[in-house]
């Protein structure tokens, strides 16, 4: 690979400090890690084992809250594949992050049946409420976290409730028809958790 190539790389993957990584521990291989990863990959047929890349993606990113570049080169490994392939994989899926979220992950419904729901407006007045500089989010940043890192915010694709928007997710938790009220009662909800 010459130098241009690694460096754009690198430069892909560098590590986007965030409130948040308090309330993940940061990517290590653990004998669990390497363990689950290794009963995933024998899913797949002689051959085929980079396949197993998006699943181990998903127990690395539970695990320690986004994918770092660490973990991109050691899913490579691991799959015996270029660290741009596994990068390959995790620019392309939206719902894989570089950058580490709140504690609590909150992801805006942006799709049009929730957007004529008002999902708009609910995102600005998440971003309000739990003190998060929208301005900051944009393509290459989609992730917005709160100086506490304990909230963060995203906009999403749909969350297949298009008949009760705007909807929300909370971690993995889906809020329909978000109100003021609704919201309010959520944050309490998560707080007192």
Request: hydrophobic share 40%; aromatic share 8%; charged share 20%.
């Given at each position: 690979?010459?130098?241009?190539?690694?460096?754009?790389?690198?430069?892909?993957?560098?590590?986007?400090?965030?409130?948040?990584?308090?309330?993940?521990?940061?990517?290590?291989?653990?004998?669990?890690?390497?363990?689950?990863?290794?009963?995933?990959?024998?899913?797949?047929?002689e051959g085929k084992q980079q396949s197993a890349v998006l699943p181990i993606l998903h127990v690395i990113q539970?695990?320690?809250?986004?994918?770092?570049?660490?973990?991109?080169?050691?899913?490579?490994?691991?799959?015996?594949?270029?660290?741009?392939?596994?990068?390959?994989?995790?620019?392309?899926?939206?719902?894989?992050?570089?950058?580490?979220?709140?504690?609590?992950?909150?992801?805006?419904?942006?799709t049009l049946s929730c957007a004529m729901a008002g999902a708009d407006n609910l995102f600005d007045k998440v971003?309000?409420?739990?003190?998060?500089?929208?301005?900051?989010?944009?393509?290459?940043?989609?992730?917005?976290?709160?100086?506490?890192?304990?909230?963060?915010?995203?906009?999403?694709?749909?969350?297949?409730?298009?008949?009760?928007?705007?909807?929300?997710?909370?971690?993995?938790?889906?809020?329909?028809?978000?109100?003021?009220?609704?919201?309010?009662?959520?944050?309490?909800?998560?707080?007192?958790?």
């Amino acid at each position: 690979m010459s130098n241009s190539s690694e460096n754009v790389i690198e430069a892909t993957i560098a590590h986007q400090p965030s409130p948040g990584e308090k309330y993940y521990p940061a990517f290590e291989v653990t004998a669990e890690l390497d363990a689950k990863a290794a009963e995933l990959i024998t899913h797949y047929p002689e051959g085929k084992q980079q396949s197993a890349v998006l699943p181990i993606l998903h127990v690395i990113q539970k695990q320690f809250g986004y994918i770092s570049g660490e973990a991109i080169a050691w899913v490579g490994e691991k799959l015996n594949v270029s660290a741009a392939h596994v990068l390959g994989v995790v620019t392309f899926y939206p719902g894989l992050r570089q950058m580490c979220p709140g504690k609590f992950h909150i992801r805006v419904c942006r799709t049009l049946s929730c957007a004529m729901a008002g999902a708009d407006n609910l995102f600005d007045k998440v971003c309000t409420r739990l003190n998060i500089d929208k301005s900051a989010i944009d393509h290459h940043h989609p992730i917005g976290v709160s100086p506490d890192g304990l909230w963060s915010i995203e906009g999403v694709e749909c969350l297949a409730n298009c008949g009760f928007g705007p909807n929300m997710m909370v971690n993995d938790v889906l809020y329909q028809q978000v109100s003021d009220e609704v919201l309010e009662e959520v944050i309490a909800k998560c707080l007192n958790a």
